[in-house]
């Protein structure tokens, strides 16, 4: 985008007012997002550019998104922050965005300008839509600017969005008689009839890119004359090179020089290219034309296209045997790799076997770093410049996986519909099956993916093949079936030729086994892994797997040393794996009883989920997120996350998700004394027809609700059958959370059933088993039903001493439901409780609870917002609010309050 305001521009005074109203809330630090959309030409950059010019004390970052470098990694955040972001992740990316946006803001708003956003490189949008989901209370004015936000180069994150209703959304329209007489009045054009202004509105369509080009080269007798037919809008490039034909050779050299290295390039380089020794002579003709607009950039100065059409028209009109120099020439350039291929690509004239192995080779190895869209448009194009019909349909169907990991499916889609007819079965299987798994097709995914691996050459293609096993794998793990998993993950190790980038095939393996009762040999094979800060990227995915196992057999301060230590040290990994780090140690925390750090820990995972669209992980994400606000009562909140985690079509949701999920809404049925529906939400799961996660001890602990559901509806022998089941796989296994859980439903059953003194030693069993293992909740609720019991059973005293003891774990963890009920039992007892700290968390809302959470465990505001995801301001905003409400004024203060209300 042009520096400077345009003198002929005209009207958009809505528009502009629009603009600066929402700039006003902005510096009353409420954020805005603003998406500006019309057709080419039709004016969008220049209203931005005269909004720009009347924007007075703020900060402005422009960018823009350029057709030849839309597979470029983070090149238009790299435009925005003027530093190099080569090997990170989005989410990363995204963090330090926010914490460079919240530095800047001190000294007033920041506008950004994302122009052409259609564009735009993928990861760029994604690190931005990160960032955009996350402003608060920032002065941060985001523009966007794209011809079509449903445009399907955008990321689907970002198109969301978009389309939120919190986006204000300024669609430019063309220009009317009226405005356009204005323009002419701009230009300097001789008056025109008010039919003469009608009929080049009515030929233009008003748009005043195609109506300023007819009024500044159709002299305007020639306008006037209605017997004179104007000249076409498509004629505009002969209108562009008429321009250029005017000017010495040396300006014509650099600007058509230019038009190859893209829509906007340093000076020098462009002269380098051109041959033109006396570059600013010939770029101020240039720049007198109309032809090109100079800027300063951070490495010097820069010249710029003033529309794509400009670009265009000259770039088009090189020929093909000077376009091919030219881009031959730019590949000589000192530059980086991604450009020099770039250029070669553009210089070729037929197939080159060569060149298509030499991009195949780098679109690996851009994989092998997580840029899956560069890594897809490389593969993409070596398949086309392949001679070989039969390794053209290989590089397609690998960029078909490529894609689907980068999360576009109808892209892949696409390219699948565009495989050769000579592309081998067995390669063109592989790429439908991972499509079908994608699309939540299991069946047809394993078929297909079968089909694939009985008829590859293993050997001929490696990188297929390996990822048809690992496909195989997660699909497996997927629909419940841990050995297979395991096998097929093993299977994809042993074919890799060097020890793999963390893909989660070690996981996967990991996992497998532990879902299918293999735990002991699970965790053997990670006996001999360092410490998570000194892992290697293959070591953190055998660490993550071996927090996983550590949490489903009872070793929770193990989990969560393991799963701790993986998060820290995965900020700069792939955003499925951080997500998935995330998740799991969530989850740990909620078993260990660290409810707090658990809430911050699956709420961020789910929140990262969704605008990464991992909707693989999403599900599970959501439903981990439910379970603190499940059991802590707030049901508004645990409902919000159980729709997005049944969001999707049943069909497509694997049986780990559709586990997860159901014990999440059942435990928010058990906390409200809704039998029955707990009963509706669990019973399902008999039906899945499998074993693996579904009844395998210790991985979704869900049996233990419904049998003391189905006991309190007074349905005895169908709860006995379920508790028998559940039982002998925990005995063999061993599993301590999961035998206390048992044998409070067997001290519950058995009390249903009048035998007291057999329920009492049911409970004390229990007792006997939580000494094992430091589940808080688990042992807490086993104390409020042996409590509960004891107080029927005429023994209050002995009850009161059990009720108290559940009372300390439930404050701590201020699980609402029990808690109330407890203190009722206390009451039914005759010792009502007086002291109800724990029935008041200080009313702070979920996002300051994750905040306080972290300040008081000694951080600063910017590491709580990286740990967050959010901006410093943010921070700040929700700790004046934890402030407020809790009476304090410090952090010191603060922590000796929560500390206070936590025994």
């Given at each position: 985008?042009?520096?400077?305001?345009?003198?002929?521009?005209?009207?958009?005074?809505?528009?502009?007012?629009?603009?600066?109203?929402?700039?006003?809330?902005?510096?009353?630090?409420?954020?805005?997002?603003?998406?500006?959309?019309?057709?080419?030409?039709?004016?969008?950059?220049?209203?931005?550019?005269?909004?720009?010019?009347?924007?007075?004390?703020?900060?402005?970052?422009?960018?823009?998104?350029?057709?030849?470098?839309?597979?470029?990694?983070?090149?238009?955040?790299?435009?925005?922050?003027?530093?190099?972001?080569?090997?990170?992740?989005?989410?990363?990316?995204?963090?330090?965005?926010?914490?460079?946006?919240?530095?800047?803001?001190?000294?007033?708003?920041?506008?950004?300008?994302?122009?052409?956003?259609?564009?735009?490189?993928?990861?760029?949008?994604?690190?931005?839509?990160?960032?955009?989901?996350?402003?608060?209370?920032?002065?941060?004015?985001?523009?966007?600017?794209t011809r079509d936000p449903d445009d399907p180069r955008l990321p689907e994150g970002m198109r969301r969005v978009l389309h939120d209703g919190l986006?204000?959304?300024?669609?430019?329209?063309?220009?009317?008689?009226?405005?356009?007489?204005?323009?002419?009045?701009?230009?300097?054009?001789?008056?025109?009839?008010?039919?003469?202004?009608?009929?080049?509105?009515?030929?233009?369509?008003?748009?005043?890119?195609?109506?300023?080009?007819?009024?500044?080269?159709?002299?305007?007798?020639?306008?006037?004359?209605?017997?004179?037919?104007?000249?076409?809008?498509?004629?505009?490039?002969?209108?562009?090179?008429?321009?250029?034909?005017?000017?010495?050779?040396?300006?014509?050299?650099?600007?058509?020089?230019?038009?190859?290295?893209?829509?906007?390039?340093?000076?020098?380089?462009?002269?380098?290219?051109?041959?033109?020794?006396?570059?600013?002579?010939?770029?101020?003709?240039?720049?007198?034309?109309?032809?090109?607009?100079?800027?300063?950039?951070?490495?010097?100065?820069?010249?710029?296209?003033?529309?794509?059409?400009?670009?265009?028209?000259?770039?088009?009109?090189?020929?093909?045997?000077?376009?091919?120099?030219?881009?031959?020439?730019?590949?000589?350039?000192?530059?980086?790799?991604?450009?020099?291929?770039?250029?070669?690509?553009?210089?070729?004239?037929?197939?080159?076997?060569?060149?298509?192995?030499?991009?195949?080779?780098?679109?690996?190895?851009?994989?092998?770093?997580?840029?899956?869209?560069?890594?897809?448009?490389?593969?993409?194009?070596?398949?086309?410049?392949?001679?070989?019909?039969?390794?053209?349909?290989?590089?397609?169907?690998?960029?078909?996986?490529?894609?689907?990991?980068?999360?576009?499916?109808?892209?892949?889609?696409?390219?699948?519909?565009?495989?050769?007819?000579?592309?081998?079965?067995?390669?063109?299987?592989?790429?439908?099956?991972?499509?079908?798994?994608?699309?939540?097709?299991?069946?047809?995914?394993?078929?297909?993916?079968?089909?694939?691996?009985?008829?590859?050459?293993?050997?001929?293609?490696?990188?297929?093949?390996?990822?048809?096993?690992?496909?195989?794998?997660?699909?497996?793990?997927?629909?419940?079936?841990?050995?297979?998993?395991?096998?097929?993950?093993?299977?994809?190790?042993?074919?890799?030729?060097?020890?793999?980038?963390?893909?989660?095939?070690?996981?996967?393996?990991?996992?497998?086994?532990?879902?299918?009762?293999?735990?002991?040999?699970?965790?053997?094979?990670?006996?001999?892994?360092?410490?998570?800060?000194?892992?290697?990227?293959?070591?953190?995915?055998?660490?993550?797997?071996?927090?996983?196992?550590?949490?489903?057999?009872?070793?929770?301060?193990?989990?969560?040393?393991?799963?701790?230590?993986?998060?820290?040290?995965?900020?700069?990994?792939?955003?499925?794996?951080?997500?998935?780090?995330?998740?799991?140690?969530?989850?740990?925390?909620?078993?260990?009883?660290?409810?707090?750090?658990?809430?911050?820990?699956?709420?961020?995972?789910?929140?990262?989920?969704?605008?990464?669209?991992?909707?693989?992980?999403?599900?599970?994400?959501?439903?981990?997120?439910?379970?603190?606000?499940?059991?802590?009562?707030?049901?508004?909140?645990?409902?919000?996350?159980?729709?997005?985690?049944?969001?999707?079509?049943?069909?497509?949701?694997?049986?780990?998700?559709?586990?997860?999920?159901?014990?999440?809404?059942?435990?928010?049925?058990?906390?409200?004394?809704?039998?029955?529906?707990?009963?509706?939400?669990?019973?399902?799961?008999?039906?899945?027809?499998?074993?693996?996660?579904?009844?395998?001890?210790?991985?979704?602990?869900?049996?233990?609700?419904?049998?003391?559901?189905?006991?309190?509806?007074?349905?005895?022998?169908?709860?006995?059958?379920?508790?028998?089941?559940?039982?002998?796989?925990?005995?063999?296994?061993?599993?301590?959370?999961?035998?206390?859980?048992?044998?409070?439903?067997?001290?519950?059953?058995?009390?249903?059933?009048?035998?007291?003194?057999?329920?009492?030693?049911?409970?004390?069993?229990?007792?006997?088993?939580?000494?094992?293992?430091?589940?808080?909740?688990?042992?807490?609720?086993?104390?409020?039903?042996?409590?509960?019991?004891?107080?029927?059973?005429?023994?209050?005293?002995?009850?009161?001493?059990?009720?108290?003891?559940?009372?300390?774990?439930?404050?701590?963890?201020?699980?609402?439901?029990?808690?109330?009920?407890?203190?009722?039992?206390?009451?039914?007892?005759?010792?009502?409780?007086?002291?109800?700290?724990?029935?008041?968390?200080?009313?702070?809302?979920?996002q300051e609870h994750a905040v306080a959470q972290l300040v008081i465990r000694g951080m600063t505001n910017r590491q709580v917002a990286g740990e967050l995801v959010v901006s410093i301001k943010t921070v700040e905003y929700h700790l004046g609010n934890i402030y407020a409400k809790t009476g304090v004024?410090?952090?010191?203060?603060?922590?000796?309050?929560?500390?206070?209300?936590?025994?």
């Amino acid at each position: 985008m042009p520096a400077g305001p345009d003198p002929h521009f005209v009207s958009r005074e809505r528009e502009l007012a629009a603009l600066h109203a929402a700039l006003d809330r902005v510096r009353h630090g409420e954020p805005q997002l603003v998406l500006v959309n019309g057709p080419e030409g039709i004016g969008k950059t220049a209203l931005v550019r005269r909004f720009l010019g009347q924007a007075r004390r703020s900060r402005v970052l422009k960018a823009s998104g350029d057709e030849n470098e839309a597979a470029l990694p983070y090149g238009v955040l790299e435009q925005l922050l003027s530093c190099s972001l080569d090997g990170s992740e989005p989410l990363a990316v995204g963090s330090a965005v926010l914490g460079h946006l919240g530095h800047l803001q001190t000294a007033g708003p920041v506008i950004l300008v994302i122009d052409d956003a259609q564009w735009a490189d993928r990861l760029s949008m994604q690190a931005l839509t990160f960032v955009f989901r996350r402003l608060r209370v920032d002065r941060v004015f985001a523009i966007v600017v794209t011809r079509d936000p449903d445009d399907p180069r955008l990321p689907e994150g970002m198109r969301r969005v978009l389309h939120d209703g919190l986006t204000l959304r300024l669609t430019v329209g063309p220009l009317d008689a009226g405005e356009l007489g204005l323009l002419c009045g701009r230009l300097g054009v001789a008056p025109l009839s008010s039919s003469a202004v009608e009929r080049l509105r009515v030929h233009t369509g008003g748009n005043p890119l195609h109506a300023r080009t007819l009024l500044e080269e159709v002299p305007a007798k020639a306008l006037n004359n209605m017997d004179t037919a104007l000249p076409a809008p498509r004629s505009y490039a002969l209108l562009v090179l008429g321009r250029l034909a005017g000017c010495a050779e040396q300006a014509r050299r650099l600007v058509e020089a230019a038009s190859v290295l893209g829509m906007s390039c340093p000076v020098h380089t462009a002269s380098a290219l051109a041959g033109v020794t006396e570059p600013l002579p010939a770029l101020e003709q240039a720049v007198a034309a109309g032809l090109l607009f100079e800027e300063q950039g951070v490495g010097g100065l820069l010249v710029r296209f003033p529309h794509p059409l400009t670009r265009a028209s000259i770039y088009q009109n090189l020929g093909p045997a000077r376009r091919a120099r030219l881009h031959l020439g730019a590949a000589n350039l000192p530059d980086n790799e991604f450009h020099r291929l770039r250029h070669r690509v553009r210089a070729a004239a037929g197939p080159d076997p060569r060149l298509a192995a030499e991009l195949a080779g780098w679109a690996r190895l851009q994989a092998a770093e997580g840029h899956w869209h560069a890594s897809a448009e490389h593969l993409l194009q070596a398949a086309y410049l392949s001679d070989d019909l039969v390794d053209r349909g290989r590089l397609m169907a690998e960029a078909v996986g490529v894609l689907l990991l980068d999360g576009r499916v109808d892209e892949a889609r696409g390219v699948l519909a565009r495989l050769p007819a000579a592309a081998e079965p067995a390669v063109r299987a592989y790429a439908m099956g991972h499509l079908a798994a994608v699309s939540g097709h299991l069946a047809q995914a394993r078929n297909l993916l079968t089909v694939a691996w009985e008829g590859l050459d293993h050997h001929v293609v490696p990188v297929i093949a390996r990822r048809t096993a690992r496909q195989l794998a997660v699909l497996d793990l997927m629909r419940a079936r841990g050995g297979d998993a395991a096998a097929w993950a093993q299977r994809a190790l042993r074919m890799a030729t060097e020890r793999p980038v963390s893909d989660f095939t070690v996981f996967t393996r990991l996992t497998g086994l532990c879902v299918s009762g293999a735990a002991g040999e699970a965790l053997s094979l990670t006996r001999a892994l360092p410490d998570p800060s000194l892992a290697s990227p293959y070591e953190l995915d055998a660490l993550l797997g071996r927090g996983l196992l550590r949490t489903f057999t009872d070793d929770l301060p193990g989990a969560l040393g393991d799963l701790r230590g993986v998060v820290m040290a995965c900020r700069d990994r792939s955003i499925p794996f951080r997500i998935l780090a995330t998740a799991m140690l969530g989850q740990a925390e909620y078993r260990a009883g660290e409810w707090d750090d658990a809430l911050v820990h699956t709420e961020t995972a789910a929140s990262l989920a969704d605008d990464a669209e991992q909707f693989w992980i999403a599900p599970i994400c959501h439903a981990l997120a439910a379970l603190v606000p499940a059991s802590r009562g707030d049901r508004a909140h645990a409902e919000g996350h159980l729709r997005a985690a049944e969001s999707r079509p049943a069909q497509s949701q694997s049986v780990a998700a559709r586990v997860h999920t159901a014990y999440a809404r059942a435990l928010l049925s058990t906390g409200d004394a809704d039998h029955t529906a707990t009963v509706s939400a669990l019973e399902p799961l008999f039906e899945l027809g499998v074993h693996d996660i579904v009844h395998e001890p210790g991985i979704v602990p869900w049996h233990d609700l419904l049998v003391d559901a189905l006991t309190a509806l007074g349905e005895r022998e169908r709860a006995q059958a379920t508790l028998d089941r559940r039982r002998e796989a925990a005995e063999e296994c061993g599993r301590h959370s999961v035998l206390a859980a048992v044998e409070r439903n067997l001290g519950n059953l058995r009390a249903a059933r009048h035998e007291t003194r057999a329920a009492e030693e049911a409970f004390l069993d229990g007792l006997e088993h939580t000494a094992h293992v430091d589940a808080p909740f688990v042992r807490a609720v086993l104390l409020l039903h042996f409590g509960a019991f004891l107080r029927r059973s005429g023994r209050r005293s002995a009850a009161a001493d059990r009720l108290r003891s559940a009372r300390d774990d439930l404050v701590r963890l201020r699980a609402q439901p029990y808690l109330h009920r407890c203190d009722r039992e206390l009451a039914a007892c005759g010792y009502p409780v007086r002291d109800r700290r724990g029935l008041d968390p200080g009313d702070l809302t979920p996002q300051e609870h994750a905040v306080a959470q972290l300040v008081i465990r000694g951080m600063t505001n910017r590491q709580v917002a990286g740990e967050l995801v959010v901006s410093i301001k943010t921070v700040e905003y929700h700790l004046g609010n934890i402030y407020a409400k809790t009476g304090v004024t410090s952090r010191t203060g603060l922590t000796a309050k929560l500390a206070a209300v936590r025994p």
